[in-house]
Every structure is written in C-alpha cells, then in structure tokens.
C-alpha cells in the first residue's frame, strides 16, 4: 500500500459526459502529480500541484482541468468525454519534488468512455 | 529534452532465468534522478528504486540489481533468479533539474516469467 488514495477505482462513463477523478496524497506529502497511462501514448504526466498551487504542466487537454485543495487532496475534472479518454489515470504524491523524495503512486482510476 | 528509452518491449524467460531490462536515457542536466517502477497484471505501479545521478554505485536488494553507468548513460535492472511474481511490465523514468521536474516515462518492457 503506497498510501496514495484514488477514487473511484473503475468509471465507466458515456462520451460528453463530464467526471472527477479524487486523489488523497500520503500523510505529509505536498505534491500531487496526475498521469494517464494509454495503450498507444505510456505514461504521460498531466499536472503537478505543490501545497496548492499548479507546479508544473504537461500534456493536458484543455477539457482537463485539476486543482489541489487545502486539506492537498486533489481532483482532476475531465469533460466533454470523448472514446480516447479511455485510460488508467494516476495520482501520484511526494513530499517535496520529484528527486528530493521518493514519489509514490496510487492504484489509479481506470476510465472507460463508451 | 528529457528522455527515457527501454527498447526492450517484451521478454519472455523462464523461471530461475536472470533477466536484465534496459533503460537509456537523454538528459543535458548534470543533476538528475534515476527511477525503476514495476506495474503488476493488477495495475497499480510499484516504486523499486531512485538513483540520483552523483551515486554510480550499483545496488542490490535481494533478487534485484540495478547498474548504473553515466558513461552510456544506461540504468540497467537485474532480476536474478526470475520468478512467475516478476511477471509484470517495469518502466524506468527521468526526473532532470536536480529532481524537479516530473516524472518522465520510458515506454516499460512487459517481462513474462513462464514456469
């Protein structure tokens, strides 16, 4: 148990829908990192949040937004569903960054757009 | 840019095979991280190791080794005594920066331990 919390654990969802993806980060820990895992694209990193703010982004679509909440849970809203969203969305969380600490991911939110 | 390439896709072996996974990365910054992640058939993904790029010593836990070599810019994993429980696919990943920028992904190689 990596003690990074992911809800829900499977979503299956009809496309234009809208959904919330919810991470809980380990006791302590300030960063939160989201990633999606496609058959075709790997693991590719979306958005990062340090203590609340937006750190670093990468490959997000425009219809994905993310934000992390005082208590440093986070949420990762995406909408206008289409069939390629269809993916195993990752929270992940560290202490600080990435090489100052050990980051940990949760068991991932398997999305299914039909 | 930052970039990770394990080439091997799939390897199949059979139990008490060793087994080595490749892993080449790109990166201009003198200061970076190194990191192996297991993803098991369940899904969720596994930290096993971070290196930061001043320590090339190798390392060893249990069943596990890791070579690091900066000269071929290579983070090589060792499992050694292969088991039907290491099936899984292992992905190596990239940060640079001295560490802060995120996580960046190698492709993963699927290894198949057949018994």
């Known amino acids: 148990d990596s003690g990074v919390t992911q809800t829900p654990k499977h979503l299956i969802t009809a496309t234009g829908q809208r959904v919330t993806l919810r991470c809980s980060p380990r006791s302590g820990d300030l960063s939160v990192y989201w990633y999606q895992q496609s058959l075709d694209q790997g693991l590719q990193f979306l958005i990062q949040y340090y203590n609340g703010e937006e750190r670093a982004k990468g490959n997000i679509l425009e219809r994905f937004s993310a934000q992390q909440f005082p208590d440093l849970h986070s949420e990762l809203n995406l909408s206008s569903l289409e069939l390629g969203d269809s993916a195993l969305y990752f929270c992940?969380?560290?202490?600080?960054?990435?090489?100052?600490?050990?980051?940990?991911f949760g068991e991932g939110s398997w999305l299914t757009v039909v | 840019a930052q970039k990770v390439t394990q080439a091997q896709t799939e390897i199949s072996v059979v139990e008490k095979e060793d087994v080595t996974l490749d892993c080449v990365y790109e990166?201009?910054?003198?200061?970076?991280?190194l990191f192996w992640y297991k993803q098991p058939p369940s899904g969720e993904l596994v930290f096993l190791i971070r290196r930061n790029s001043f320590d090339e010593q190798n390392e060893i836990s249990g069943r596990y080794s890791w070579n690091f070599q900066k000269s071929t810019s290579s983070f090589n994993f060792t499992i050694t005594a292969s088991q039907v429980v290491d099936s899984a696919v292992y992905f190596c990943a990239l940060s640079e920066a001295g560490g802060n920028t995120p996580l960046v992904f190698g492709k993963g190689t699927r290894l198949s331990v057949i018994a």
């Open positions: 990166t201009r910054d003198t200061t970076y991280y």
């Open positions: 992940a969380s560290s202490a600080l960054y990435p090489g100052g600490d050990t980051i940990y």
